[in-house]
């Protein structure tokens, strides 16, 4: 055994690699995306497959289809993403595995980078699969570990669900020194049972519905979940994944007397603890972030046994459904629970405070794209579609070229839907390389067969920038390395039926915005693919510096990129030290002061 | 024993890898360690703040208002915005110089960089805010501010760790090339604090 600083994402990669995952498989997604990244780098040295996939349902299939074949397979994606494979994942469950297979999904309560605040826990249920919830990165490793066992036991998915707090927090993890060896696959078997037809979905529903009770004997007497009896008070609280952490630090700081079931398992939930803990305390109290998995079921245990004890959550509004808990809410919970006085501290008023919301970065090819789209439309009346990714910051100002922002790869499909309606607006829609071919691509071949006057922006900055630069299949390297195979965006989209393609340079202004021009002005679907890398992947080009003889002060530099490597220090604009070099302000500077340093 | 430490600053200063530092040196005391940070779209030239947290017996990642030991600041108004994580009394190192956002730029918002600093100076603990820029041009490197604070973090009493292992933490997220102008940085944040 080693001691190892383990980010949580890094020590569900480790506990994967220690059961001896053979095949994993996932799309990124923040506070998912370090999991596949960490496997991916083990994967050659350790012996198994992993892959960046196009999309999560894409992913969660490629690992059923290798858990038929009876290997051991994860899946791994952010909450929203399980949205994607909800198709695969709900029949899945009804079809059942032979591997283990194990389905992480990375909760954002707060949501610090998610479009929702979705609870996989209530997901978990929906699809009626086991889902664990890890309140450390020590106990996301070992439940990792567990949730194959599990999955090979049940023959079902197991879904390990953790959040921010644990995806992104580092511990002292302790990781095997020898490499677990692969179970040999005994491979797929031919069966009916594979092949998901009405008459077998009903009979494999009643086995489901049966697998439930399997699931919650199982968690009955599990490591994860465990109560603590505290003699002295007829308090009692359950805390699920990361609340529990809150709630000893809560007791901790209030000296407050209490009874503790923490809760690893929380679908299905298992009857004994929480029936101990009712006959204990009379006083209960459920604290866990979003919705109430857990309470519904204490409620319904207690209701069933008849117990008199008060239980208080949600429903009674003691504890939020949105939003992060931390030590500060709980610790007032627990106060208000118990009666007591709720502890502040006097501080004293700080002075104003500048905002800081994240920005394109200095020298981002997606700031020129936007000003080129917003130029070639001026004097139209123009909507603009924005997507997932960095350049959802296109709707920050000055940029202002992002009207509405859904979901993955709905831009071009709500720009079509807008055309419908409103004919006299040109429709605008922006979406990044790694989104197109995450689910764009429905949407474009979409808005061609139905003639949709819309004029598609694919931003291709040849990565997946956002989530930490992985690589999509528009590139010439996979997850395990270096690729012939990469396909062409252009292509693809003449694929598709589109008769108006351009690859355009953002940087160059002048050539850029003329295509762009072209495009609005082109009758029925019209894509422009503005090609540039990623600054984060490049290195530096000429700093450029700001003429004082020739600048007019007029903050066109300024006001129209909002670019971070544009300033004021000193009164007049200036070029300052985090400039790129990207040569773009140059060409929208009207009297020429910019110049290469 | 137990040490909350808080790191604010702006994404792509480094104080992941102050955290990872610190919480390194902490593990090789045989301690308890967590770090945690928010990873994401926020370090596009966001607010990030990074919490280390080292002791015997530990429970979440991330440190209650009130109650952190220390502050370290890589930028003027993003220690301010983190003092509500410090304990009354807690020590404060930062920089006194400031990275103006864009939005101040815009004039959606302003930046008061002498209020801030006022607003610091009247933190009730220890308080030094250092030329960070200065510093990092004598260590002759501009990204060493994280490493030249976590040399001045080294001079405050009551750490579990020696000088020296806190720098031998650093140097082992260092890459070779880069030693040296670490090791520099490490010992021109100590002296700082000789004549902060």
New interface residues.
Partial sequence: MTLKLLMGNEAIAYGAVEAGVQVASAYPGTPSSEILSTLAGLALEKGFYAEWSVNEKVALEVAAGAAYAGARALAAMKQVGLNVASDPLMSLAYIGVKGGLVLVVADDPGPHSSQTEQDTRLFARFAKLPVLDPATPREAKEMTRYAFELSEKLLLPVILRPTTRTCHACQDVEIQDTTAVPQPVSGFQRSPNWVIFPNLSARKHVWLNGQQEVARESFENSPFNQLTINEQSDVGIIACGVSYNYVMEALQLTGLEASVLKIGTPYPLPAGPVLQLLQHAKKILVVEEQEPVVEDQVIALAWKTRSTAQISGKYDRLVAREGELNVNKVRAILENFCGRQPHSIEAAVPPELPLRTPVLCAGCSHRASFYILKEAARGKDTLFAGDIGCYTLGAMPPLNTTDTCLCMGASVSIAAGLSRVEPHRQQVAFLGDSTFFHSGIPGLINAVHNGANITLVILDNSTTAMTGHQPHPGLNRTAMGPTDQSINIARMVEACGVEFVRVADPFDLKAALQVAKDALAFAGPAVVIMQRECVAQINKGRHRRINPDLCTECGACIDELGCPAIGKPAGQPEILENCFGCGFCNQVCPVGAIEEV | MKLDIVISG??GQGSVLA??VL??AG?GLGL????????????????VTSQVRLGEKL????I????ADILLGFEL??T??A??KLK?GGAIIASASAI???????G?????QK??Q??LR?QPGRVVLLDLEELAKKAGH?KTGNVIILGALSTLPGLPFEPEQLLQAVLSYIPEKLQNTNKRAFEVGRQSMEVA
């Fill in positions: 702006v994404g955290s990872r919480a390194s593990m308890d360690v967590r770090t945690s940070e928010v990873i994401g779209m926020a370090q596009r030239e966001g607010s429970y979440g990642a991330t209650p208002d009130h109650e108004a993003e301010v915005r003092v509500p009354p103006v956002p864009v939005s101040v730029q815009l959606i918002s302003s930046y008061d209020a801030m006022q607003y009247e501009p």
